[in-house]
Every structure is written in C-alpha cells, then in structure tokens.
C-alpha cells in the first residue's frame, strides 16, 4: 500500500516518508503533494532527499529482485 508519512517537529521541520513506491513514483507523489500545498499557501523548501535502497522498496512493494530486472528489460 502507498502512503505517505509525515512528521512536523516542534520546532516547524517537516519530514516525509514516501512508502510503497517504486522507480519515480515517490517523485511524481512529492510534486503532487507540493502543488497541493502550494494551491493552500503553504510552501515547504526541499533541504535533502535520502533515496531508499533496492531492499527497502522491494520490502515496501513486494518487488524481487527477479520481477526488478525482468521490469528494467521491458
């Protein structure tokens, strides 16, 4: 399932967790998001991204290696 976390610090930081995406999913859901929030007039700068490894997705997503590579030869 795909969802997406977020955690707004005391001090005002927002951190988001982009969960279940695979390939530019997660990239397509964080412009989406940040257009929404710009449509209310809210504006989050970009500090870092932290790409996830190939395990972690694959544990989110239920991707194997296997299906990985068959999908990169389409």
């Keep these: 399932m795909k969802k997406v976390k977020a955690e707004i610090s005391p001090n005002?930081?927002?951190?988001l967790e982009f969960v279940g995406?695979?390939?530019?999913?997660?990239?397509e859901e964080r412009?989406?998001?940040r257009k929404i929030l710009l449509?209310?007039?809210l504006v989050l700068?970009?500090?870092k991204?932290?790409?996830?490894?190939f395990q972690q997705i694959a544990s989110e997503t239920n991707v194997s290696e296997?299906?990985?590579v068959e999908r990169?030869?389409?």
């Excluded at 005002?12 to 951190?15: A, Q």
């Excluded at 995406?21 to 990239?27: D, H, P, Q, S, V």
């Design 12 to 15: 005002g930081k927002v951190s």
């Design 21 to 27: 995406f695979a390939g530019e999913g997660c990239t």
């Design 31 to 33: 412009q989406r998001l």
């Design 39 to 41: 449509d209310l007039g």
């Design 45 to 47: 700068e970009l500090e």
């Design 49 to 53: 991204i932290t790409k996830k490894t």
């Design 66 to 68: 296997k299906e990985k």
């Design 72 to 74: 990169t030869h389409w």
